[in-house]
């Protein structure tokens, strides 16, 4: 069944025009099924008005949560783009999160060794960063024209160091399809600029003029710096974090921790009362 014709502005060239549907991440990459995912910030605080059974953390309640078929993806880019950027990276990711579902699979999610993996490590970072295009608002392009440059020419190196990507394994909890939050971390006065996608096997973080105070995500901006077929073998050992809240980035929780966050809440509302 053909997709319905949807018209717009590009995110990547800003052309205006008939737009195609992206699959973030692209369908290759796990993205081919049918997708639970909650839809709105609501139904996350439905589960302070739950009765919590801890005798049974296997039955701690989630929310109700909505089926996506046929992949994860926008309206966002037009033709040209999307047929530019799959053609130049996209297979590239692909093989990179095939290699990376097998070693987390194998090791039962907790690797502990540091499993080589080998790929094209400027196009991975430019397939994470239109990804980001896809998620991120409208005006990208002229927000950010560094970027686009860089991504539409595929032999296009080096970016910024206003510019951060950095990478987590990611197996549990949410998808995470965030654009453009401001976040005040703990109890520090700084405020990270901050965008986050998470589905399984990774997740992602793109920051702008700032860095997250997790010290456990692992910066990978040093792959622009490689050429366009510079194909590498890296050895890493990426921390993985849970996602248990899909709209609040740089949260890396443990469902326990959620729930018992949840808990100190309600008591502490009560307590006000």
């Not at 999610?109 to 608002?137: A, E, H, N, W």
């Not at 539409?152 to 990478?167: D, H, I």
């Not at 899909?246 to 729930?259: A, F, I, M």
Request: proline share 5%; aromatic share 16%; charged share 25%.
């Amino acid at each position: 069944m053909s997709r319905k014709k949807i018209f717009g502005q590009c995110k990547l060239c800003g052309m205006s025009g008939q737009l195609s549907f992206e699959h973030v991440p692209p369908k290759a990459a796990f993205n081919n099924g049918k997708f639970h995912y909650q839809s709105t910030l609501d139904e996350i605080h439905k589960l302070e008005e739950t009765e919590l059974d801890f005798s049974h953390p296997s039955k701690y309640p989630t929310t109700r949560l909505r089926k996506k078929q046929g992949g994860v993806g926008y309206y966002s880019l037009c033709e040209k783009c999307n047929n530019d950027t799959g053609r130049w990276y996209a297979k590239d990711f692909i093989d990179w999160s095939v290699q990376t579902m097998t070693i987390l699979l194998k090791t039962n999610g907790k690797p502990t060794l540091y499993y080589p993996t080998r790929f094209y490590p400027l196009r991975i970072i430019k397939q994470v960063l239109t990804m980001f295009y896809s998620v991120c608002m409208e005006g990208m392009d002229k927000k950010e024209p560094e970027l686009q440059k860089f991504l539409l020419n595929k032999q296009e190196r080096f970016l910024s160091k206003r510019y951060r990507v950095y990478c987590y394994y990611n197996l549990k909890g949410s998808m995470r399809y965030l654009a453009d939050n401001f976040i005040s971390e703990g109890n520090s006065s700084l405020i990270t600029h901050a965008s986050e996608l998470s589905f399984a096997p990774f997740g992602f973080v793109f920051t702008i003029n700032s860095a997250p105070s997790d010290k456990r995500l692992f910066d990978i901006s040093h792959f622009a710096g490689f050429e366009y077929n510079h194909w590498n073998e890296f050895y890493h050992r990426f921390q993985v974090l849970p996602t248990y809240l899909p709209h609040s980035p740089l949260d890396y929780r443990t469902k326990d921790e959620v729930v018992s966050a949840i808990m100190s809440n309600r008591n502490a509302k009560i307590e006000d009362q």
